[in-house]
């Protein structure tokens, strides 16, 4: 086998290149909006599965195998953040790998796309064309907005009877502060959808429809002449709605929409596969490539420096089979050759990286090499934590991720008495995870901590796990606080002889009061201005 040492791989030109030809975003949607249709879709157009229907273990379509993927199945929910890449080759030429990270598609796991979110350089905005935004959509947005990513808006489901565009696009602008500069502009009212007029060219696209819209739909590109010819009334429509947008300022704009200004729209229908290619193309021509990132200092790491990467996502569990932890790092910098040892800026310890992976699904293969935007797949990597740095040779910490403020909490116990190893084990490995996070207080004592979670279903995961696959049931007692804040420790003795309050040291060390509604926190604050209750981040923040 031949040694490869960091200093052979690290060409910055090579890397810079690999940068640049990389899209890594995410798909921010509303649950049914039609976010693994999609997904499903741009990989079809990118050939990376033979017919749609392949990608995602969805009821019927594929057998899973794990327990883990039992109770999504069960549930009708996707809890397991993965990763897909593939290559593709715009018509133009223009050669591209694109990285698209799965988030969940239940609310009560928002942490976890929170925490994919900071691994993207941009999201897609996915709207159900006949529900407008809707309340998740809004939430997500607010954290793209928070974290400054650029957003591609696409509205879904034109095929079927929805809202009038203007509309849709009166919306965004006007319920996120968003504005929308359509690159596309439907052909026909949503449940009569003939194509799009591409307002860049002025020409018409017109989709047809393929069995099930299994296969990638043809596309025909016709003159504004003959889409006259052949739609006199509903063409006539579109160019007058699209000179009405135009007049309005509603144009793409590069630089307004890398700066979080303006979002680009497309119209589509993913069942169908029409606008996928559209979206494709944006991708590859407007979406933006890697670019330097911050560290903690604020120092920016450009994407040619060497190797850094952060761990956005520690998942256990996935495979029955092997019960294995994989620790998800989006690579800031430089080239990773898997088997290299990197360094692990925790604990400045050595990481060897043997196992490195990439996830999708219930697929795995093996990675050999990645770039600035990759997602990396580390097996086995107990060491990792969500927000860790990995580097080589020039030291490197990103900022950490935040955690959002937990809203649920839960007294966990052991089913069994007997079990205070495995109760202490799991209970650890779950914190560290992310799953929920870790209260404990010397009242309630190391036998009982505190769960406390964004979503009430982030319980149920911790409850399967702990049995299921940790050896060691829990019995959960709901408490009733619905807040928290976090405070100093001057403050705790008068917040803890407050009724309905309580203080408790989250795992990182933080000292979260707990508070059972607003009112009491309102009142407390605006009696006592000098106590310490500081906001914890928030979605909406
Ligand atoms: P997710 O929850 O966002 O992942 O949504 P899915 O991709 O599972 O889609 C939810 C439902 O909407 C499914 O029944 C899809 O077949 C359907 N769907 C998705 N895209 C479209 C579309 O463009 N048109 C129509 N008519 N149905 C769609």
Known sequence: ???????????????????????????????????????????????????????????????????????????????????????????????????????????????????????????????????????????????????????????????????????????????????????????????????????????????????????????????????????????????????????DGADHDQQLFLAGITTPVLFASAVLNFGVNQLLDVLVHLAPAPTARPDLDETPRAVDAPFSAFVFKVQAGMDAAHRDRLAYARVCSGSFRRGEVLIHAATGKPFTTKYAQSVFGQQRTTMDTAWPGDVIGLVNATALRVGDTLYLDEPVTYPPIPSFAPEHFAVARAGDAGKHKQFRRGITQLEQEGVVQILRSNLRGDGAPVLAAVGPMQFEVAAHRMAAELGCPIDLEPLSYSLARRTVAADVEFLDAQRGVEVLTRTDGALLALFTDRWRLDAIAREYPDIHLEPLVAAAD
Not at 15 to 38: C, M, N, W, Y
Not at 140 to 160: A, S
Not at 192 to 208: A, E
Not at 210 to 232: C, D, K, N, V, W
């Open 1 to 247: 086998m031949v040694t490869v040492t960091s200093t052979d791989i690290h060409n910055a030109a090579l890397t810079a290149e690999q940068a640049a030809r990389r899209r890594t975003f995410a798909v921010i949607s509303h649950p049914d909006a039609g976010k693994s249709t999609l997904t499903e879709a741009l990989a079809l157009h990118a050939k990376v599965i033979a017919e749609a229907g392949a990608v995602h273990g969805k009821a019927g379509r594929r057998s899973t195998v794990s327990d883990w993927m039992e109770m999504e199945k069960a549930r009708g929910i996707s809890i397991t953040s993965t990763a897909l890449q593939f290559g593709y080759r715009a018509p133009d030429g223009t050669d591209c790998v694109i990285n698209l990270l799965d988030t969940p598609g239940h609310a009560d796991f928002s942490e976890d796309t929170y925490r994919v979110l900071t691994a993207v350089d941009c999201a897609v905005m996915l709207i159900d064309a006949a529900k407008g935004l809707e309340p998740q959509t809004l939430k997500l947005f607010q954290v793209c907005r928070h974290r400054g990513i650029p957003v591609i808006t696409v509205i879904n489901k034109w095929d079927r009877p929805g809202r009038d565009p203007l509309e849709l696009m009166d919306e965004i602008g006007t319920r996120i502060g968003l504005s929308p500069t359509p690159l596309t502009w439907p052909v026909g009212i949503a449940g009569d959808f003939k194509g799009v007029l591409d307002r860049r060219t002025g020409q018409f696209v017109r989709f047809t429809r393929t069995p099930g819209g299994a296969s990638i739909a043809p596309e025909e590109h016709l003159s504004p002449e003959q889409a006259a010819a052949r739609y006199p009334d509903d063409w006539t429509t579109a160019v007058e709605e699209s000179a009405l947008l135009s007049t």
